[in-house]
């Protein structure tokens, strides 16, 4: 009996590997593109470091014309919850980064170098290691979790090395013969990778982020096929890859150390390795401490809360690349009307260590993005998000005509509004200009806040001074006459040179109006405020307040 026989007797149905290799044939790509994948497990999360690491690998595929797909590794089945492939479907939809191949939605994928769920490539991993059998680089382990726990505690207490290795890889030199024995009598038993390695030599490793690296070589016999029969990461991840033709593996950096064992696996298999690229976490400032974001602790660790809170897909993206790439701001500055798929991303322009994420500055980014959306851009976008998390906000907006004109204050000149950093800010920026909304309970006035006084300005304004035909300039010199009729500055300037001779200026005059207006202090131009409202509101409002 050889390694042949044995191979048989595993795995009789197991087709030739010449059949996959021939099947999922080397891509036929220019020079220089880059073949990359997002490949998260359905647990029913999408993390943003995921986002983020997708985001990474999808613009490297863009950037050199290359392909950009997604893999789903459901191989623990333990931990996979139900409908995690939509979710993580949906999370790329939402962020519009849709793979170019993959799976498209929980069970339907396209492209030719599928399937993309690794459940479904079961027969596939039998192939490779059988592959192995065959040569004697894998072997069956019969031994139990008992066995195995007691060789740990062996371990523990001489104070050596962990893992099935070396001496301590009991079923690593049994003979053909005596494992096939076992097979025969039932013996449950694992597919192990017998490691050429040895500890004491060492690795050179170039990571396209982390650069060179230096580690021992892997001599542990890894698991390759569970008792379950599904592959492990490590066997998975080198089978996938190279039959999907990947040419640069970009994910999370706690992957780092098991370089050693994935170029291992890739030489023995004969197989050529991909190139990788580790990224760093992002991290938080947690009350001066650095820390990963946690899904535990931190709302903002799920994509979905992005989506949630209405953050515009395009801040979150331009945010990530700003914490990727160092020359992001810079170039944001030289070019700030430039979209962000015209930035050129460089992976080695990434940061070694975890980038700080910082909520404050995603926020302004999407005061940004939305300043320069069109009034249309914004309407939909609130729309769409209000239909799913607030109906309010969808009733208000439904007066579509109305909506654009309040939406359109202030937008599409030089210094557009900037009140509004995510979709879940707009019913409160724009709720008091919906007359069947506006409510106040009470005025906060600012500096004349005396009730006579305020009655006198508003109905002063009202008989002599307000006229919805106005323009801009008029309507404003009549609020300054106005000033000037009650004792106050026309002009700040005049106040400011002799503040003695005033009770205040033309502005505390406008803030009486303004707060009489919208039961607020602060709110954009109060002209084009009074422009969309309209006459007769303007009037309801103003006698409201002098009752
Ligand atoms: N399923 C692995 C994870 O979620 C993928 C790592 C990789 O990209 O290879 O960590």
């Given at each position: 009996?050889?390694?042949?026989?044995?191979?048989?007797?595993?795995?009789?149905?197991?087709?030739?590997?010449?059949?996959?290799?021939?099947?999922?044939?080397?891509?036929?790509?220019?020079?220089?593109?880059?073949?990359?994948?997002?490949?998260?497990?359905?647990?029913?999360?999408?993390?943003?470091?995921?986002?983020?690491?997708?985001?990474?690998?999808?613009?490297?595929?863009?950037?050199?014309?290359?392909?950009?797909?997604?893999?789903?590794?459901?191989?623990?089945?333990?931990?996979?919850?139900?409908?995690?492939?939509?979710?993580?479907?949906?999370?790329?939809?939402?962020?519009?980064?849709?793979?170019?191949?993959?799976?498209?939605?929980?069970?339907?994928?396209?492209?030719?170098?599928?399937?993309?769920?690794?459940?479904?490539?079961?027969?596939?991993?039998?192939?490779?290691?059988?592959?192995?059998?065959?040569?004697?680089?894998?072997?069956?382990?019969?031994?139990?979790?008992?066995?195995?726990?007691?060789?740990?505690?062996?371990?523990?207490?001489?104070?050596?090395?962990?893992?099935?290795?070396?001496?301590?890889?009991?079923?690593?030199?049994?003979?053909v013969e005596e494992a096939a024995e076992k097979i025969k009598n039932g013996e449950?038993?694992?597919?192990?990778?017998?490691?050429?390695?040895?500890?004491?030599?060492?690795?050179?490793?170039?990571?396209?982020?982390?650069?060179?690296?230096?580690?021992?070589?892997?001599?542990?016999?890894?698991?390759?096929?569970?008792?379950?029969?599904?592959?492990?990461?490590?066997?998975?991840?080198?089978?996938?890859?190279?039959?999907?033709?990947?040419?640069?593996?970009?994910?999370?950096?706690?992957?780092?150390?098991?370089?050693?064992?994935?170029?291992?696996?890739?030489?023995?298999?004969?197989?050529?390795?991909?190139?990788?690229?580790?990224?760093?976490?992002?991290?938080?400032?947690?009350?001066?401490?650095?820390?990963?974001?946690?899904?535990?602790?931190?709302?903002?660790?799920?994509?979905?809360?992005?989506?949630?809170?209405?953050?515009?897909?395009?801040?979150?993206?331009?945010?990530?690349?700003?914490?990727?790439?160092?020359?992001?701001?810079?170039?944001?500055?030289?070019?700030?009307?430039?979209?962000?798929?015209?930035?050129?991303?460089?992976?080695?322009?990434?940061?070694?260590?975890?980038?700080?994420?910082?909520?404050?500055?995603?926020?302004?980014?999407?005061?940004?993005?939305?300043?320069?959306?069109?009034?249309?851009?914004?309407?939909?976008?609130?729309?769409?998000?209000?239909?799913?998390?607030?109906?309010?906000?969808?009733?208000?907006?439904?007066?579509?005509?109305?909506?654009?004109?309040?939406?359109?204050?202030?937008?599409?000149?030089?210094?557009?509004?900037?009140?509004?950093?995510?979709?879940?800010?707009?019913?409160?920026?724009?709720?008091?200009?919906?007359?069947?909304?506006?409510?106040?309970?009470?005025?906060?006035?600012?500096?004349?806040?005396?009730?006579?006084?305020?009655?006198?300005?508003?109905?002063?304004?009202?008989?002599?001074?307000?006229?919805?035909?106005?323009?801009?300039?008029?309507?404003?010199?009549?609020?300054?006459?106005?000033?000037?009729?009650?004792?106050?500055?026309?002009?700040?300037?005049?106040?400011?040179?002799?503040?003695?001779?005033?009770?205040?200026?033309?502005?505390?005059?406008?803030?009486?109006?303004?707060?009489?207006?919208?039961?607020?202090?602060?709110?954009?131009?109060?002209?084009?405020?009074?422009?969309?409202?309209?006459?007769?509101?303007v009037q309801k409002r103003l006698e409201k307040a002098i009752r």
């Amino acid at each position: 009996m050889n390694y042949k026989d044995l191979a048989d007797m595993i795995f009789p149905n197991a087709k030739e590997i010449s059949y996959y290799e021939a099947k999922y044939p080397e891509r036929n790509l220019k020079e220089g593109a880059v073949v990359s994948r997002f490949a998260p497990s359905p647990t029913g999360f999408v993390h943003i470091g995921g986002l983020y690491q997708a985001l990474v690998a999808r613009e490297m595929a863009k950037k050199t014309e290359g392909v950009f797909f997604l893999r789903v590794e459901d191989t623990d089945q333990k931990r996979e919850v139900e409908n995690g492939v939509t979710g993580i479907v949906n999370s790329l939809k939402d962020f519009d980064m849709l793979p170019d191949e993959g799976m498209i939605t929980d069970n339907e994928e396209i492209g030719n170098y599928g399937p993309y769920k690794q459940s479904l490539r079961k027969d596939i991993y039998e192939a490779y290691a059988k592959y192995l059998l065959e040569q004697g680089k894998a072997y069956p382990c019969f031994c139990t979790q008992e066995e195995g726990e007691e060789i740990r505690k062996k371990q523990e207490s001489a104070k050596i090395r962990p893992g099935y290795y070396g001496v301590w890889a009991k079923c690593r030199n049994l003979t053909v013969e005596e494992a096939a024995e076992k097979i025969k009598n039932g013996e449950k038993y694992i597919i192990r990778f017998k490691s050429p390695g040895r500890e004491d030599k060492k690795i050179k490793h170039h990571d396209v982020i982390k650069g060179n690296v230096d580690f021992p070589e892997n001599d542990q016999d890894i698991v390759i096929i569970k008792a379950d029969g599904l592959p492990t990461y490590h066997f998975a991840h080198a089978v996938d890859d190279h039959l999907m033709r990947t040419t640069l593996v970009i994910r999370s950096d706690e992957w780092l150390s098991s370089v050693p064992l994935h170029l291992q696996l890739f030489h023995e298999l004969g197989f050529k390795a991909p190139k990788y690229a580790h990224i760093a976490p992002i991290m938080k400032n947690d009350n001066g401490n650095k820390r990963k974001l946690s899904k535990r602790k931190d709302p903002e660790a799920a994509v979905n809360y992005y989506k949630e809170e209405g953050i515009p897909v395009n801040a979150v993206k331009e945010y990530l690349l700003n914490i990727a790439n160092s020359n992001f701001e810079n170039w944001r500055i030289a070019n700030p009307d430039k979209s962000i798929n015209e930035f050129d991303f460089q992976l080695n322009k990434m940061s070694v260590s975890g980038a700080l994420f910082d909520m404050v500055k995603l926020l302004d980014i999407g005061k940004t993005v939305i300043s320069k959306m069109t009034a249309e851009e914004v309407y939909q976008n609130s729309l769409k998000w209000a239909k799913e998390y607030d109906k309010e906000l969808e009733e208000m907006l439904n007066d579509k005509e109305f909506s654009l004109k309040v939406l359109g204050i202030e937008r599409g000149n030089k210094k557009p509004r900037k009140d509004i950093s995510k979709w879940s800010d707009v019913k409160n920026s724009i709720i008091y200009m919906y007359d069947n909304k506006f409510k106040p309970e009470s005025y906060e006035y600012a500096k004349i806040n005396n009730k006579e006084e305020v009655k006198k300005i508003l109905e002063l304004y009202l008989a002599e001074y307000f006229d919805i035909d106005d323009d801009k300039d008029t309507w404003f010199n009549k609020i300054k006459d106005l000033a000037e009729k009650v004792g106050y500055a026309r002009e700040v300037k005049e106040y400011k040179a002799n503040p003695e001779n005033y009770p205040g200026h033309v502005g505390d005059i406008s803030t009486v109006i303004r707060v009489s207006l919208t039961g607020r202090q602060n709110t954009p131009d109060m002209y084009e405020i009074m422009q969309v409202i309209g006459k007769e509101s303007v009037q309801k409002r103003l006698e409201k307040a002098i009752r």
